[in-house]
């Protein structure tokens, strides 16, 4: 497990560290229905051919550089390969997104731990952070629930880069004021949330749930990018490790 910590500040990750999908790929569904919607479909089929060799095409490039890739330009290199090119700048895109996000919202849920750790750090008065990978964002209705706990948030699509960035982690203590070195940072990866946190100076929990398919997907692909970027895992601490936030919440001294 490891030893207290006392941090002056907590930042947290986001997805299946605090939320999680019901219905796990949903999300691609509500994007092809938005794009529909936006009468810029012809072949469902082959849109999600070309959707899916777009995010792989973006993710290969977020791997290189770190830089982030937002849906909107996803769905743009789609369209292009279907032979009806939209700009990722065209109003419809982020329409089509923000129609998914909203659609995908019953299909998300909070952990039963997230809340109650939630309210105990509020209680504490302790400052916290959302800091997130996302092509996305956070849609509605979750912002708003997000934004109770989390006047402080940092994603990537709006920062630029992704995990495990340092600049991302930095970002969000100096949004929070406080010195690296004074947070920890949690989340359920080991390069982007804690190789990444402590290389911006931040003591980092892993939080290890191990119970679903969707986070075997996540640790692949995180495993992908060690290999790129020449990181052993096996030479990867975590400060603490748990599996759940109710575990943790007592070792925050």
């Known amino acids: 497990m490891g030893s207290r910590v006392s941090p002056a500040a907590v930042l947290l990750d986001d997805w299946l560290t605090l939320r999680r999908a019901t219905k796990p790929g949903s999300i691609r569904a509500h994007l092809t229905a938005s794009m529909r919607d936006e009468g810029l479909l012809k072949d469902v089929d082959l849109f999600q051919d070309a959707f899916d ?42 329409r089509v997104a923000e129609r998914a996000l909203e659609r995908n919202a019953d299909q998300v849920a909070w952990y039963e731990d997230a809340i109650p750790f939630l309210e105990g750090l509020g209680e504490r008065t302790m400052p916290t952070a959302l800091v997130s990978n996302t092509i ?42 406080v010195e690296p070195k004074e947070c920890l940072y949690v989340g359920d990866l080991l390069l982007s949330d804690v190789w990444g946190a402590q290389r911006a100076g931040m003591k980092a929990a892993l939080i290890d749930r191990r119970e679903n398919d969707e986070q075997g997907t996540y640790r692949a692909n995180d495993a992908r990018l060690a290999a790129t970027l020449g990181v052993d895992l096996k030479g990867v601490r975590p400060d603490l490790t748990v599996s759940s936030l109710a575990e943790l919440a007592p070792h925050l001294g």
């Open 53 to 94: 060799y777009a995010a792989a095409f973006h993710r290969t490039m977020t791997e290189r550089d770190l830089r982030e890739h937002t849906v909107e330009q996803v769905l743009s290199l789609a369209m292009y390969t279907l032979g009806s090119p939209v700009p990722p700048t065209d109003p419809a895109l982020r």
């Open 136 to 177: 996305f964002g956070l849609g509605h209705p979750w912002e708003d629930r997000l934004a109770r706990w989390f006047p402080t948030r940092v994603l990537s699509r709006d920062f630029g880069f992704v995990k495990p960035h340092p600049g991302i982690f930095l970002e969000a203590a100096r949004a929070l004021r």
